[in-house]
């Protein structure tokens, strides 16, 4: 048994007997590594809230028999400040981890450049400058090229044909030309495919200027692309917001949607409504008797 000392992102935790917690976390060194964080869910923990979803520590552990010891934990980025306020951000990050915690399926093994990935989509997400959903897109795509999963955007993912071409199968793995095309290919726009394009390209400029409907046409063939090669569906990806209130009309100088004054949407997501609709009423809210009882 030795110890050893890593910088990783905590993708997700749970709960092990009365007061620990197992922690997933996405290391720069040693790839995907599960710890037991021993007392973290009492009040006086020394670091049990640096241990949470979002967290960009610097860790030392305890090399265990099945599974390590987290020891010593010290914040690098806080990045859950700049999301969890906002349910957009929020959401998009919740499927950054898991789409990073699927594909990364073997622990302890080098994972650069998904490292790298997901420490650079937190960052943007709590800086809050691009739109969640063109990153969320980006991120998805270049994961999926690491995992050897990219769509073929410029050539038939049949034959090999050099495009473009009007069709796309998600089984196939991208675009198809006219001979190859399968029953129930999808025909995207040309400009839903530039989009794609232009995210695993890393050419914001171009998808900064999208429209609304290339957007979530692009969102819809990016996940279920990513869902296919999974051959599961991912929890969070639901519950993703993908207005783009804040993507094309906010670049022309346009205020969001729900800072556009009286008229505006509500912006609490339909889920939350209608959950705190079912709950029963605080005790401050019941009503009282003639009596003035409670």
Same mark, same amino acid.
Request: charge should be neutral; proline fraction near 5%.
């Given at each position: 048994?030795?110890?050893?000392?890593?910088?990783? #992102? *905590?993708?997700? +935790?749970?709960? &092990?007997?009365?007061?620990?917690?197992? !922690?997933?976390?996405?290391? =720069? @060194? %040693?790839?995907?590594?599960?710890?037991?964080?021993?007392?973290?869910?009492?009040?006086?923990?020394?670091?049990?809230?640096?241990?949470?979803?979002?967290?960009?520590?610097?860790?030392?552990?305890?090399?265990?028999?099945?599974?390590? #010891? *987290?020891?010593? +934990?010290?914040? &690098?980025?806080?990045?859950?400040?700049? !999301?969890?306020?906002?349910? =957009? @951000? %929020?959401?998009?990050?919740?499927?950054?981890?898991?789409?990073?915690?699927?594909?990364?399926?073997?622990?302890?093994?080098?994972?650069?450049?998904?490292?790298?990935?997901?420490?650079?989509?937190?960052?943007?997400?709590?800086?809050?400058?691009?739109?969640?959903?063109?990153? &969320?897109?980006?991120?998805?795509?270049?994961?999926?090229?690491?995992?050897?999963?990219?769509?073929?955007?410029?050539?038939?993912?049949?034959?090999?044909?050099?495009?473009?071409?009007?069709?796309?199968?998600?089984?196939?793995?991208?675009?198809?030309?006219?001979?190859?095309?399968?029953?129930?290919?999808?025909?995207?726009?040309?400009?839903?495919?530039?989009?794609?394009?232009?995210?695993?390209?890393?050419?914001?400029?171009?998808?900064?200027?999208?429209?609304?409907?290339?957007?979530?046409?692009?969102?819809?063939?990016?996940?279920?692309?990513?869902?296919?090669?999974?051959?599961?569906?991912?929890?969070?990806?639901?519950?993703?917001?993908?207005?783009?209130?804040?993507?094309?009309?906010?670049?022309?100088?346009?205020?969001?949607?729900?800072?556009?004054?009286?008229?505006?949407?509500?912006?609490?997501?339909?889920?939350?409504?209608?959950?705190?609709?079912?709950?029963?009423?605080?005790?401050?809210?019941?009503?009282?008797?003639?009596?003035?009882?409670?």
């Amino acid at each position: 048994m030795s110890l050893y000392r890593d910088v990783g #992102v *905590v993708l997700r +935790v749970g709960k &092990l007997g009365e007061a620990d917690r197992i !922690i997933t976390l996405l290391t =720069r @060194r %040693y790839g995907k590594v599960r710890a037991v964080a021993k007392g973290v869910r009492r009040t006086g923990s020394r670091f049990g809230a640096r241990l949470e979803p979002f967290a960009h520590v610097d860790t030392q552990l305890h090399t265990g028999r099945t599974l390590d #010891v *987290v020891t010593q +934990v010290q914040t &690098l980025d806080a990045f859950g400040v700049g !999301i969890v306020a906002d349910y =957009r @951000r %929020y959401t998009t990050a919740c499927a950054v981890l898991e789409t990073a915690d699927r594909i990364v399926a073997e622990e302890r093994e080098p994972v650069l450049r998904m490292y790298l990935l997901v420490v650079g989509v937190l960052r943007a997400l709590a800086d809050g400058r691009r739109d969640a959903s063109l990153l &969320l897109d980006a991120f998805v795509l270049r994961a999926m090229a690491f995992a050897g999963w990219s769509p073929a955007l410029g050539e038939c993912a049949r034959c090999g044909l050099s495009g473009p071409h009007a069709a796309f199968s998600v089984p196939l793995g991208g675009t198809v030309c006219g001979q190859c095309r399968p029953a129930g290919a999808s025909r995207p726009s040309s400009a839903t495919i530039s989009l794609m394009r232009a995210l695993l390209d890393g050419d914001w400029n171009e998808a900064e200027i999208s429209e609304d409907t290339v957007r979530r046409e692009g969102s819809g063939l990016v996940a279920a692309h990513l869902q296919w090669h999974l051959e599961r569906q991912l929890r969070s990806l639901p519950l993703v917001e993908r207005s783009t209130a804040h993507g094309a009309g906010a670049a022309a100088g346009n205020p969001p949607e729900s800072e556009a004054g009286e008229g505006a949407p509500d912006p609490v997501p339909e889920l939350i409504r209608e959950r705190a609709g079912t709950l029963e009423p605080s005790l401050g809210e019941r009503p009282t008797d003639p009596s003035g009882r409670r």
